[in-house]
């Protein structure tokens, strides 16, 4: 019986104080950031939902490919010269610490042009469902 109050008081206190276990995700999967293959990058951003805390991965060869953090005008346009941030390490872990869009384009020209970008949309972590104060006169 006390080991079942432990547990249950452990799960309140994740949900009072909103705890949240940030995610990392590959983009483009096993893929990874690429022109080849035809890797649908605006599908696979859809596909997940990103969240402040949470970590993109871009792996990919360094000789072909960079990483250019961008403002929307530039994503839209292919514009890579004037990047927000530039990654070429071939693994370049990213922690998405901001609610909003995060935009990226591969740097080489073309690349931008035959699809190799990536629009990822963060959102604020929400309290948990079903998370009220902890009840009056709740003892270990």
Not at 95 to 121: E, M, N, S
Request: charged share 15%.
């Amino acid at each position: 019986m006390a080991f079942a109050k432990k547990t249950m008081l452990f799960f309140l206190m994740l949900a009072l104080f909103g705890v949240s276990f940030a995610a990392v995700y590959k983009v483009g999967d096993s893929a990874g950031w690429t022109t080849l293959g035809h890797v649908d990058y605006k599908k696979w951003a859809s596909s997940h939902n990103f969240h402040v805390g949470d970590s993109v991965v871009f792996e990919y060869h360094k000789q072909y490919h960079s990483v250019r953090q961008v403002t929307h005008k530039d994503f839209r346009s292919c514009n890579a010269s004037s990047p927000v941030a530039t990654y070429t390490s071939g693994s370049d872990s990213i922690t998405l610490k901001r609610a909003g869009h995060y935009y990226f384009l591969c740097g080489t020209p073309g690349h931008c042009q035959a699809g190799q970008k990536v629009d990822i949309l963060v959102t604020s972590p929400s309290p948990c469902p079903g998370a009220s104060p902890a009840p009056h006169g709740l003892s270990p």
